[in-house]
């Protein structure tokens, strides 16, 4: 069984953003789900996935979600959905709180090794170098 309070997740940094890391791939083979607090007038890196699709549950703040040609303005409590193969990012739109959201990445066919290999610190390693090479700060894990 695994079952946790958010407080037990383990925290990290990326792109200047806060993250607790509450379900690893590393325990599913199938999904992740990981907390995300944006600094105020913050933004997420934009990216987008192969073989996952993501689903964000928005529950303190205020945003813009951009997923692929469109963008939505949401209020929490929102939810988005991120299909695979499609570029999207998030930007705060307060400037005086954190937005704060769960975002739950979904395999449907199960995680392929090279994106779970070396166990999920290791993996976020690369996305934090591979932010850092377009410009976001680069920050080592907590």
Known sequence: MYAKSFSEGEP???????????????NTGACEAVLQMVRPGG??????????MQIYLIWSGEAE?????????????AIA??????????????????????????WPSGIPQEESEGGWKEVYAKIIDSYASRGYPAEIKQ
Not at 12 to 26: H, I, K, Q, T, Y
Not at 43 to 52: I, L, R
Not at 70 to 77: D, F, G, I, M
Not at 81 to 106: G, M
Request: aromatic content about 12%.
């Open 43 to 52: 933004t997420t890196p934009s990216n987008s996935h192969e073989t996952f």
């Open 65 to 77: 979600i951009f997923i692929g040609s469109e963008s939505q303005r949401v209020t929490a409590p």
């Open 12 to 26: 990290f940094r990326c792109a200047g953003n806060e993250f607790v890391m509450l379900l690893p791939r590393d």
């Open 81 to 106: 959905f991120v299909p695979p193969r499609t570029e999207h990012w998030v930007t705060n739109l307060l400037a005086d709180r954190e937005l704060h959201y769960l975002y739950i990445s979904v």
